[in-house]
């Protein structure tokens, strides 16, 4: 296993985030809200470093589109989470790639993004993936998991999927 690696993309937070709703507001800081696609109600509150800021905006100044508890990262590039401590389950356990793939050398050079795509520059990956993955069955996700670690394996590459 290997550790998931979060870049502050924003990608998701714009995406599914969008569907994360402020129910009613109970303090400045402390709000219910609802995330719609499984309608789950949870009780967020605005850390300290937050507290006076506002909605992510464009360059345009434009609201940016998405969850509204995305911030711009004070610390450096990207984005960061205002209410990072009491984010909806949705948050916590999303994981925008599954697995790392490396080189017989041991460099990264692909990624399975979401559940069954694959992210590589590398053309003898793209190719294996072509022929010898994507039509394996996807029914069963464990089993469609360690048949790619094997098909990798007999060609070179190690697959290991993040915690
Ligand atoms: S989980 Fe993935 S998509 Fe979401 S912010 Fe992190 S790197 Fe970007
Ligand atoms: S609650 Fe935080 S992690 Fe979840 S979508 Fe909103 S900004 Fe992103």
């Known amino acids: 296993m290997v550790a998931f690696d979060c870049t502050r993309c924003g990608k998701c937070c ?68 205002a209410i990072y401590a009491t984010r909806p389950r949705i948050c916590r356990e999303f994981r925008c790639y599954r697995m790392v793939i490396h080189s017989r050398e041991g460099h990264e050079c ?6 069954h795509d694959l992210k590589t520059t590398d053309e003898m990956l793209a190719q294996i993936w072509k022929e010898k993955i994507t039509p394996l069955p996807h029914n069963d996700d464990a089993r469609w998991e360690k048949s790619v670690i094997a098909a990798l394996a007999a060609h070179g590459y190690s697959g290991e999927p993040v915690e």
């Not at 609802?34 to 009780?43: H, P």
């Not at 800021?53 to 998405?66: I, R």
């Not at 692909?110 to 559940?115: A, F, K, W, Y």
Request: proline content about 5%; some cysteine; overall charge positive.
């Open 14 to 81: 714009a995406s599914f985030g969008a569907f994360i709703k402020i129910e009613r507001q109970l303090t400045s800081r402390d709000y219910y809200c609802r995330y719609g696609i499984k309608n789950e109600l949870f009780l967020v509150h605005i850390e300290g470093e937050y507290a006076d800021s506002q909605p992510s905006s464009s360059n345009e100044g434009e609201p940016v589109k998405g969850c509204p508890f995305m911030r711009k990262n004070p610390a450096g590039t990207g984005f960061a989470c």
């Open 110 to 115: 692909g990624r399975i993004m979401g559940r």
